[in-house]
């Protein structure tokens, strides 16, 4: 008779699968102590498997099954008429860890679209289905961890003054929101929510009363996503701000226009993300000299009026005080030689970098390779112009340290797929020769050209990797359509 796992161990092996639907799909059908476990790790965060191409629709349909009869009532006096559904065998609903607003209504426009037997597809009818909906989540969750409600309105809030909402928001962890929201909204969820560890306010046109006190009264405020703020307005929320001084260990600035002397007030940060900042108007020279003592990840992703001559050597000098302690560097879309030298010098203890390196300068990488011992992983540009050759994978092979095993290569560009493909397959053998080796994983990042997707997942470099994983040279292969650095999930996955 099969020995039966215990429970806990079931938990955290699928636990470690939470990300891969189509394997807790499987477990669910595996007896009926799996299936409990792998359902309510699906639904714990079950918006994280739409598809924005092809919404599942069956997440909405099962949720309307449980609206109460109240509910049904309501929709159906407004023309909604809802079909007569089996009740499912779980309350899926109160799995739920993880609201988004946004997915619930196009997946409500969607299903009255779609469903002949709901006549009106009027936008308040998306509107009172998506709240109905709401106002269920309310009631059959006990405990909210986020609520992602960007781009969204104050109507779209309205269930947050219903009866049980102060129970189900009291431990929010995470919420995104909007700054031109009611003031009644920011009001009502300040007196609810005191846990909230990670916020991210997009800027719209004004900034509503009652933002500050939201962001005021929170008591461990560990994260912040500033969006499209400009100095106009930051005058409004740089003091509710600055009474986190010590709480906060991640800031992210996305296409703001703003002052970055602020940033000093931080003590504790950890992690510094700039986005499509704009260092024209930012006065990064006040910053350059500042010191961090916790600082480990600095990115700067598609820097904009970064001018080389001026910011490039305030960055450096940046880098110079408080490069010792960083883990971890990625700058997108810039480059200067001097920087990835600065690097190499100022930066002995970093774990992941990504920057840009031309092909017929193999020095730069050669210093960071030799100075950057605990290097592990590395992010590059493949093209004709940037890193690609035969030279440069020898280097890497030849002077990558012990704990080196990480790739990510873009890759844009179908015509230079043949090259990646020979020169990869050289890189491999090197690589075998090593006297210290670990495993590669390898990434290529395709962009969204269908000619790179498929020349990347041809017959023939598929043969080169899978030969090359039998032989245990390569770990992990995976390709991604896009190799930019997704802003959202690196709010969303922080906490």
């Known amino acids: 008779m099969p020995c039966q796992l215990p429970y806990d161990c079931l938990i955290d092996i699928f636990e ?47 949720l309307i099954a449980f609206l109460p009869k109240k509910s049904k009532r309501f929709l159906h006096k407004n023309g909604i008429t809802i079909p007569i559904q089996k009740r499912p065998l779980f309350n899926y609903a109160s799995f739920c860890k993880i609201i988004s607003i946004y997915k619930i209504e196009v997946m409500s426009r969607r299903t009255l679209d779609k469903q002949q037997s709901i006549i009106s597809k009027d936008l308040k009818n998306v509107k009172y289905l998506s709240q109905e909906i709401l106002k269920m989540f309310m009631n059959q969750i006990s405990s909210l961890k986020a609520l992602e409600g960007d781009s969204c309105n104050t109507e779209d809030f309205k269930f947050i003054y219903s009866p049980r909402a102060k129970i189900c928001l009291a431990n929010l962890t995470r919420l995104e929101c909007d700054s031109d929201l009611s003031s009644e909204f920011f009001y009502k969820i300040s007196k609810i929510c005191h846990n909230i560890q990670s916020l991210h306010i997009g800027f719209n046109f004004h900034i509503s009363n009652g933002l500050a ?60 993300n700039l986005y499509h900042h704009d260092f024209y108007n930012s006065y ?155 495993s590669l994983s390898l990434i290529i990042n395709t962009g969204f050209s269908k000619n790179v997707i498929s020349e990347v997942n041809g017959k023939g470099m598929k043969t080169t990797i899978d030969k090359y994983m039998k032989l245990g040279i390569i770990k992990k292969f995976e390709t991604e359509q896009c190799g930019f650095i997704d802003t959202y999930s690196e709010f969303r996955t922080s906490i």
């Not at 006190?213 to 400009?230: A, C, F, T, V, Y």
């Open 16 to 62: 470690y699968l939470s990300d891969d639907k189509n394997t807790l799909y499987s477990c669910l059908l595996v007896n009926s102590l799996w299936c409990v476990i792998a359902v309510r790790i699906l639904w714990r965060d079950v918006w994280k498997f739409y598809d924005y191409d092809r919404p599942q629709l069956s997440i909405i349909n099962t």
């Open 213 to 272: 006190d939201l962001i005021s009264l929170q008591n461990n405020l560990k994260i912040i996503m500033l969006e499209d703020l400009e100095n106009k307005f930051f005058d409004k929320i740089i003091h509710s701000l600055a009474k986190h001084s010590f709480s906060l260990t991640k800031l992210i600035l996305y296409s703001c226009d703003l002052n970055l002397s602020f940033i000093a007030v931080f003590k504790n940060l950890q992690e510094l």
């Open 284 to 438: 990064f020279d006040q910053l350059q000299y500042i010191r961090f003592l916790q600082l480990k990840i600095i990115k700067i992703i598609r820097p904009i009026d970064f001018n080389p001559s001026h910011h490039g050597k305030m960055l450096i000098n940046f880098l110079e005080i408080n490069g010792k302690i960083l883990t971890q560097f990625h700058i997108y879309e810039y480059y200067d030689d001097s920087l990835n030298i600065a690097l190499s010098k100022f930066c002995p203890n970093l774990k992941n970098l990504c920057t840009l390196f031309k092909k017929n300068e193999p020095e730069a990488l050669k210093l960071i390779l030799n100075n950057c011992q605990y290097l592990e992983i590395i992010k590059v540009r493949y093209d004709g112009e940037w890193f690609n050759g035969k030279t440069i994978f020898k280097i890497l092979a030849n002077y990558s340290q012990k704990y080196f095993y990480g790739l990510n290569l873009d890759c844009y560009y179908s015509k230079i797929i043949d090259n990646l493909h020979e020169e990869l397959e050289e890189f491999f053998i090197n690589w075998k020769d090593r006297i210290s080796q670990r």
